[in-house]
């Protein structure tokens, strides 16, 4: 199967969808990991910006114009993937503090007396707001974690979303 056979797979869903990324999987995968570790991340970094790339190309295939070679345009969210989660990494660094378990309680125990009516729903909302904006960022994830938050088993997640444990 093509590239191109790839895209065409994604792109009429079903069966059709499931044995192409299957393929996309086996061609795409082993150099993307070489790629991403190439740049400078760890090993679980690199699984996560590939499954990021896959998801882009999966939601991107119907878009894909076919002027270009389509691993070409594959390559080019992986590398877009990559950049962008260095990008956050940087980001984050440079914002990340330290904070030990005293000064945890510490914060923990002003946010509660200067805030009483709302700091046992302030976690809670914090929560379900984060959880939205993951859900609308990355939905194949969002519900991978809510169905593990139901106490699914990983298998059993992986069969619903139709992938390997």
Known sequence: MTEEEIVEGICKGGRALDAAVKVLYQIMAQPMLRHFIHLG?????????L???FVKIVGAAPSFSGTGKASSWM?????NSALDFLDRRSRL???EVAVNDDQWQMLSETTA???????????DECVSAGLLKFAKDSPERALALSLQMEGESIGEIGKRIGRSV
Do not use: F, L, N, Y
Request: aromatic residues 4%.
């Open 41 to 49: 991340v760890s090993g679980d970094e690199a699984k996560d910006i």
């Open 51 to 53: 499954q990021d790339t």
């Open 75 to 79: 390559w080019q969210i992986a590398r």
């Open 93 to 95: 660094g440079k914002h």
């Open 113 to 123: 007396a200067s805030e009483p009516s709302r700091a046992i729903g302030s976690i």
